[in-house]
């Protein structure tokens, strides 16, 4: 077992080293206790919008940001218990809602926004009762229960609030959570610690690397690289030596051992790139192997090889044939002993032109560019029974849940492992279709970091429901905008470049439904965009065959899920 940090053990052993409160500060007027609170009852009836003329209201949400800073100002119980209220709701319109429904709904109300708002303030509040108030949540006996409920919900602000918090109780309780609270909760108490990048808590990451569920292994993961990449990085002339290089050789053993044998996908994605933004020499070899261990799976595991070529292309600044780990290998043998990495470029400078490794680090390795098409018509409801190997990750045999079910699993898996500054977006379809962020009327290009992660894996996914017929052209149509921008941005720059289309049946609704026409029209699209698109399919064969040379077509691979 991991003991606690060297700073942490302190703080337990030297209680007198610990700093003095300050003085209590002057507790909020009552009127603005009173105001706030009649605000939340706005909020939580859905009568509060941050949305104007289809655009975030700025003024609303400084004015938003301004109220909760009072409150929090007076540092006392009463009020941090309102702002928690704010942390930790998210509304729900009244009535059955479908899921087109829920996704305009939460545009406009935007509950991601207000839950991070009221997240920073109570991380500034140490008054009386206030930490152990937060932290008396994380023993509710509700937060083990398999049915989601607002204990579960509770636990989840906690652990927001305590990323970051100054507390020496607050880093503790995440310590201890990342061991012993229930696995969703694991996940979001090992992001919460990674917010501290002290090379302290990289022993404890390192060990929940060999815990049994895949998403705590992917969250440590992501914040092994976070955490190690001030103190590796080379190419701002990093050199670590003594503990810091002891900790970086472990990581870089350890991160490679997943990247070679862990039998989830995403777990491999989240250790690629977590060897990657460390941004040194030693993790060349290690990305080399991963990369041939992939080549040579049988089961196809999202294009995963292809995602390791990229990083080997911007770590390297070489331009090779994807489909053989052949030609890594070989520039390695050559060149490896006379690499190094070249320093950054100071802004306003221009890279000198003669270096060799020319193009080294000018591809962004954090920016991975995703769109998701997403089917959930109602045949998406429908009970399936995994195969062993069946594409998915380490799936037990007979393993029954809904296609639905399967799709929001895997995907959040993957949104845990790629790196902050991804960009990311969802379309999904029924017999209508919905963007998850838009511009107008095609998809943002949404950068995941801590509140957009969080949106998207605690409201967007968890509240799709299967529904209506598959409008599948209509959803390609909003995706790669056919005779618009669509996956360009304003520059008219290929925003995204990767594809994933998942679905589980033939199109039967939308203006064409025709698969030899939707695969042509898809073609004609992305002649020059040559966004890479990928396939995977659940069901019938004879209903989603079309989608494997659509796949093919378009620089991508086809995935059947059984």
């Given at each position: 077992?991991?003991?606690?940090?060297?700073?942490?053990?302190?703080?337990?052993?030297?209680?007198?080293l610990?700093?003095?409160?300050?003085?209590?500060?002057?507790?909020?007027?009552?009127?603005?206790?009173?105001?706030?609170?009649?605000?939340?009852?706005?909020?939580?009836a859905?009568?509060?919008?941050?949305?104007?003329?289809?655009?975030?209201?700025d003024?609303a949400?400084?004015?938003?940001?301004?109220?909760?800073?009072?409150?929090?100002?007076?540092?006392?119980l009463?009020?941090?218990?309102?702002?928690?209220?704010?942390?930790?709701?998210a509304?729900?319109?009244?009535?059955?809602?479908?899921?087109t429904?829920?996704?305009?709904?939460?545009?406009?109300?935007?509950?991601?926004?207000?839950?991070?708002?009221?997240?920073k303030?109570?991380?500034?509040?140490?008054?009386?009762?206030?930490v152990?108030?937060?932290?008396?949540?994380?023993?509710?006996?509700?937060?083990?229960?398999?049915k989601?409920?607002?204990d579960?919900?509770?636990?989840a602000?906690?652990?927001?609030?305590?990323?970051?918090?100054?507390?020496?109780?607050?880093?503790?309780?995440?310590?201890?959570?990342?061991?012993?609270?229930?696995?969703e909760?694991?996940?979001?108490?090992?992001?919460?610690?990674?917010?501290?990048?002290?090379?302290?808590?990289?022993?404890?990451l390192?060990?929940?690397?060999?815990?049994?569920?895949p998403?705590?292994?992917?969250?440590?993961?992501?914040?092994?690289?976070?955490?190690?990449?001030?103190h590796?990085?080379e190419?701002?002339?990093k050199?670590?030596?003594?503990?810091a290089?002891?900790?970086?050789?472990?990581?870089?053993?350890?991160?490679?051992?997943?990247?070679?044998?862990?039998?989830?996908?995403?777990?491999?994605?989240?250790?690629?790139?977590?060897?990657?933004?460390?941004?040194?020499?030693?993790v060349?070899?290690?990305?080399?192997?991963?990369?041939?261990?992939?080549?040579n799976?049988?089961?196809?595991?999202?294009?995963?090889d292809?995602?390791?070529?990229?990083?080997?292309?911007?770590?390297?600044?070489?331009?090779?044939?994807?489909?053989?780990?052949?030609?890594?290998k070989?520039?390695?043998?050559?060149?490896?002993?006379?690499?190094?990495?070249?320093?950054?470029?100071?802004?306003?400078?221009?890279?000198?032109?003669?270096?060799?490794?020319?193009?080294?680090?000018?591809?962004?390795?954090?920016?991975?560019?995703?769109?998701?098409?997403l089917?959930?018509?109602?045949?998406?409801?429908?009970?399936?029974t995994?195969?062993?190997g069946s594409?998915t990750g380490?799936?037990?045999?007979a393993?029954?849940?809904?296609?639905?079910?399967?799709?929001?699993?895997?995907?959040?898996?993957?949104?845990?492992?790629?790196?902050?500054?991804?960009?990311?977006?969802?379309?999904?379809?029924?017999?209508?279709?919905?963007?998850?962020?838009?511009?107008?009327?095609?998809?943002?290009l949404?950068?995941?970091?801590?509140?957009?992660?969080?949106?998207l894996?605690?409201?967007?996914?968890?509240?799709?429901?299967?529904?209506?017929?598959?409008?599948?052209?209509?959803a390609?149509e909003?995706?790669l905008?056919?005779?618009?921008?669509?996956?360009?941005?304003?520059?008219y720059?290929?925003?995204?470049?990767?594809?994933?289309?998942?679905?589980?049946?033939?199109?039967?609704?939308?203006?064409?439904?025709?698969?030899?026409?939707?695969?042509r029209?898809v073609r004609?699209?992305?002649?020059?965009?040559?966004?890479?698109?990928h396939?995977?399919?659940?069901?019938?064969?004879?209903?989603?065959?079309?989608?494997?040379?659509?796949?093919?077509e378009?620089?991508?691979?086809?995935?059947?899920?059984?």
């Amino acid at each position: 077992m991991t003991p606690p940090a060297p700073r942490l053990l302190a703080a337990l052993l030297l209680p007198c080293l610990a700093a003095q409160q300050p003085p209590a500060a002057a507790p909020p007027p009552a009127a603005e206790l009173a105001a706030f609170t009649t605000w939340l009852q706005d909020y939580t009836a859905g009568a509060f919008r941050l949305v104007k003329d289809g655009h975030t209201d700025d003024a609303a949400l400084a004015e938003l940001d301004a109220r909760m800073g009072r409150v929090a100002a007076g540092n006392t119980l009463a009020a941090a218990k309102l702002l928690f209220q704010a942390a930790s709701i998210a509304p729900r319109p009244a009535g059955t809602t479908s899921t087109t429904d829920l996704v305009d709904y939460y545009r406009e109300l935007q509950p991601w926004r207000v839950q991070a708002l009221a997240g920073k303030h109570l991380r500034t509040m140490t008054g009386d009762g206030i930490v152990p108030w937060l932290l008396q949540m994380l023993s509710a006996p509700g937060i083990r229960a398999a049915k989601q409920n607002q204990d579960q919900a509770n636990a989840a602000a906690v652990l927001r609030v305590l990323a970051g918090h100054p507390s020496i109780e607050a880093e503790l309780e995440l310590l201890r959570a990342c061991r012993s609270l229930p696995s969703e909760l694991r996940v979001q108490a090992v992001n919460a610690m990674a917010q501290d990048t002290s090379l302290d808590l990289v022993p404890t990451l390192l060990e929940l690397l060999r815990d049994s569920e895949p998403n705590v292994r992917i969250a440590a993961a992501n914040a092994i690289g976070t955490s190690l990449a001030p103190h590796t990085d080379e190419s701002l002339g990093k050199q670590p030596a003594g503990t810091a290089l002891a900790l970086r050789d472990t990581a870089i053993d350890k991160l490679g051992e997943l990247l070679v044998r862990d039998q989830v996908w995403q777990v491999r994605s989240a250790a690629a790139f977590s060897l990657a933004v460390m941004r040194c020499k030693p993790v060349i070899p290690v990305l080399i192997r991963g990369l041939e261990a992939e080549l040579n799976r049988k089961q196809d595991p999202w294009a995963m090889d292809i995602r390791l070529h990229k990083l080997l292309e911007g770590l390297t600044g070489q331009s090779v044939v994807r489909g053989s780990a052949t030609p890594w290998k070989q520039f390695w043998s050559r060149e490896g002993d006379a690499f190094t990495v070249r320093p950054r470029t100071a802004p306003g400078q221009v890279p000198a032109r003669a270096d060799k490794y020319e193009k080294f680090f000018d591809l962004a390795i954090e920016s991975d560019r995703v769109l998701f098409v997403l089917d959930f018509s109602g045949s998406m409801a429908e009970p399936m029974t995994l195969k062993q190997g069946s594409g998915t990750g380490a799936v037990p045999t007979a393993t029954t849940t809904t296609k639905a079910e399967l799709v929001v699993s895997e995907l959040k898996k993957l949104i845990l492992s790629l790196p902050d500054g991804a960009l990311v977006n969802l379309v999904v379809f029924g017999d209508e279709v919905r963007i998850w962020r838009q511009e107008g009327n095609r998809p943002a290009l949404v950068r995941l970091d801590d509140e957009t992660r969080d949106d998207l894996l605690g409201n967007f996914l968890d509240n799709l429901r299967p529904s209506g017929s598959t409008n599948l052209y209509g959803a390609l149509e909003t995706a790669l905008g056919f005779g618009d921008r669509g996956l360009y941005d304003k520059y008219y720059a290929a925003g995204f470049d990767t594809l994933y289309v998942i679905s589980d049946g033939a199109p039967t609704a939308g203006k064409i439904v025709d698969k030899d026409e939707i695969r042509r029209r898809v073609r004609e699209a992305n002649n020059l965009r040559k966004i890479a698109i990928h396939c995977i399919t659940f069901g019938d064969r004879n209903d989603t065959d079309f989608l494997r040379p659509m796949a093919e077509e378009n620089g991508g691979r086809h995935i059947h899920v059984e």
